[in-house]
């Protein structure tokens, strides 16, 4: 057995996506454990996936499947997905704090009643500063924690939820921490399925 602790640390840009094909081709032919924060790794090196948070499994299984389907917030967070946990109801899933989030059934929908999570990309969300009118059924109010650099677009982050936005976006609506704004995605973006 091979164990590799984050194998692309530390190392150039340009030299880790033919590292990344070496291991592939390498390991493809032995049992290893890879560990990695990084979720291209996880997706090129890995069949399954275990997600550990805080020392304990919160999420395990294939790798497709954990990644695009997340059930745990920290295993979204690898994904680069909001994740919202919540019961079905038949008005669609609600949060204990009352958040309603509507959004389309995957493939084996969720039961009314049993825990389900709504996931979408932080692409899909709009910031806006006040509440805007129209066809979106999905508005969370937010107070902006952090703005960070995400490749080629800034992440806004606040109330447990991401948005990528441009930076020309970020300068009009002068996003920044302490800055109250409201997120948006439309219930075509969101996916929703059970949460076991």
Same mark, same amino acid.
């Given at each position: 057995?091979?164990?590799?602790?984050?194998?692309?640390?530390?190392?150039?840009?340009? @030299?880790?996506?033919?590292?990344?094909?070496?291991? $592939?081709? /390498?390991?493809?032919?032995?049992? #290893?454990?890879?560990? %990695?924060?990084? /979720?291209?790794?996880?997706?090129?090196?890995?069949?399954?996936?275990? @997600?550990?948070?805080?020392?304990?499994? @919160?999420?395990?299984?294939?790798?497709?499947?954990?990644?695009?389907?997340?059930?745990?917030?920290?295993? #979204?967070?690898?994904?680069?997905?909001?994740?919202?946990?919540?019961?079905?109801?038949?008005?669609?899933? /609600? %949060?204990?704090?009352?958040? $309603? /989030?509507?959004?389309?059934?995957?493939?084996?929908?969720?039961?009314?009643?049993?825990?389900?999570?709504?996931?979408?990309?932080?692409? #899909?969300?709009?910031?806006?500063?006040?509440?805007?009118?129209?066809?979106?059924?999905?508005?969370?109010?937010?107070?902006? %924690?952090?703005?960070?650099?995400?490749?080629?677009?800034?992440?806004?982050?606040?109330?447990?939820?991401?948005?990528?936005?441009?930076? $020309?976006?970020?300068?009009?609506?002068?996003?920044?921490?302490?800055?109250?704004?409201?997120?948006?995605?439309?219930? %075509?973006?969101?996916? @929703?399925?059970? $949460?076991?």
């Amino acid at each position: 057995m091979l164990l590799l602790d984050e194998p692309m640390a530390a190392l150039d840009v340009a @030299v880790r996506p033919a590292l990344r094909q070496t291991l $592939r081709r /390498v390991l493809a032919e032995r049992t #290893a454990v890879v560990v %990695t924060h990084d /979720v291209l790794d996880a997706l090129l090196l890995a069949d399954r996936v275990v @997600v550990v948070e805080g020392g304990a499994v @919160v999420e395990q299984g294939p790798t497709g499947e954990v990644l695009t389907q997340p059930r745990s917030r920290f295993a #979204a967070e690898i994904a680069g997905l909001n994740l919202v946990s919540g019961r079905w109801t038949d008005d669609g899933l /609600v %949060t204990d704090d009352g958040l $309603r /989030v509507v959004g389309e059934s995957a493939e084996i929908g969720p039961v009314a009643g049993e825990p389900a999570v709504a996931v979408f990309p932080p692409s #899909a969300v709009s910031v806006f500063l006040t509440a805007p009118g129209g066809s979106p059924r999905n508005a969370v109010a937010v107070t902006v %924690t952090s703005v960070e650099p995400q490749a080629g677009h800034l992440r806004v982050r606040g109330g447990g939820l991401s948005a990528d936005v441009t930076p $020309r976006s970020v300068a009009e609506l002068g996003l920044a921490p302490g800055v109250s704004a409201v997120f948006v995605v439309k219930a %075509t973006e969101v996916t @929703v399925y059970p $949460r076991t």
